[in-house]
């Protein structure tokens, strides 16, 4: 039967204009299905270009490069692009990080002597940089499936970047949290998560019978008593990166679909997050007391926590100097 099945739905294709990818779960169908395609096309006096068509198996195999379907031949690859961003049949965004952080550079490396090199405002500068650099690099990233490593490739390719606007090298041995503070610039890596959890909420709204709606929920929904895990490390998924994100807001998946049902609470639940992490971020650099409101500490026997925050971390202490983790949100003392 063509097409995969998660949990008790079945999914055979996805399409967005010209842009068709057929699913299955063997190669035999696959192909016996790509000609079936090729047959009804003909009919319209359409054409499949099977040089830009690719097979894509997941996970990677060491099976023949090509495939005989019809009257051409398909490559089998490890990833491609599709709809501007590459997927990898790991199913992580390494390579798509890599690749955005690339042309994002050669972005900022075009514009050196026409823009950053020149004496215009620096707002100027930065406006224009988050006009023309930024979507370069953030494409897709609410798609994204990434871990902390790349997320902080992503801030050291914006800090580099900020550096080269207010031409301050390191060698000038001016800090990451003095850059941030003179341009006003957070973070990427909390645009990322604002984004993701936008997409899930996106997602949730959405019509039941959508397949990015179906494929959502047959994953948030418990798996299946016949499925198995594979032996190893479990890989990072993008719903992984979602219950990481939901983590600070102490509810999980199962809550936060429900949630997101709703477009006015979701969006206050993303303003909560978004105000959390600015009000860490707006205060790097500088030694800042905090202490834990009754209101957002109603789990916490200890609500007389210290937070102490220095350069891009903060520790927590309390009376018998041990990390408080019941925490959802902090008020200022002084």
């Known amino acids: 039967m063509t097409g995969v099945t998660l949990g008790k739905d079945v999914f055979i294709y996805l399409d967005f204009a010209d842009d068709v990818s057929l699913l299955a779960e063997m190669l035999e169908v696959l192909v016996l299905a790509l000609t079936i395609m090729q047959e009804e096309a003909s009919t319209f006096g359409l054409q499949i270009n099977w040089s830009k068509t690719k097979i894509l198996q997941v996970p ?3 099976s023949s490069s090509t495939v005989q379907v019809a009257d051409g031949h398909v490559k089998v690859v490890d990833a491609f692009v599709y709809l501007g961003c590459m997927i990898h049949s790991s199913g992580g965004g390494r390579g798509e990080v890599l690749h955005r952080i690339g042309l994002a550079r050669s972005c900022m490396n075009m514009l050196d002597r026409r823009i950053w090199k020149l004496s215009i405002k620096l707002e100027t500068k930065l406006r224009l940089y988050q006009t023309y650099i930024v979507p370069v690099l953030m494409y897709g990233c609410e798609t994204w ?3 902390k490593y790349l997320l902080s490739c992503l801030d050291a390719f914006d800090t580099w970047a900020l550096r080269k606007i207010l031409r301050k090298p390191y060698t000038r041995h001016v800090s990451n949290a003095e850059v941030r503070k003179t341009t006003g610039c957070s973070l990427l890596s909390h645009l990322v998560t604002n984004r993701r959890l936008w997409l899930f909420g996106h997602i949730a ?4 019978r959508k397949d990015h709606h179906r494929a ?3 994953c948030i929904r418990q798996v299946p008593p016949d499925w198995k895990r594979p032996a190893g490390r479990p890989s990072h998924t993008w719903l992984r990166a979602i219950e990481a994100d939901l983590g600070p807001l102490n509810f999980g998946l199962a809550t936060a679909w429900r949630k997101a049902t709703t477009r006015d ?6 303003d909560t997050a978004t105000l959390q992490r600015s009000t860490l ?6 030694m800042v007391r905090y202490e834990l409101s009754e209101l957002f500490c109603r789990s916490c026997s ?3 926590t210290t937070y102490e925050v220095r350069d891009n971390s903060y520790v927590a202490f309390n009376a018998k100097k041990q990390l408080c983790r019941n925490y959802y949100g902090y008020k200022i003392v002084n």
């Open 60 to 62: 990677s195999s060491t």
């Open 145 to 147: 499936a990434i871990t």
């Open 205 to 208: 709204r959405n019509s039941p």
């Open 216 to 218: 959502l929920a047959a």
């Open 265 to 270: 609470e979701w969006r206050h639940i993303l």
């Open 281 to 286: 971020l707006s205060f790097t650099g500088c």
């Open 302 to 304: 200890t609500c007389q």
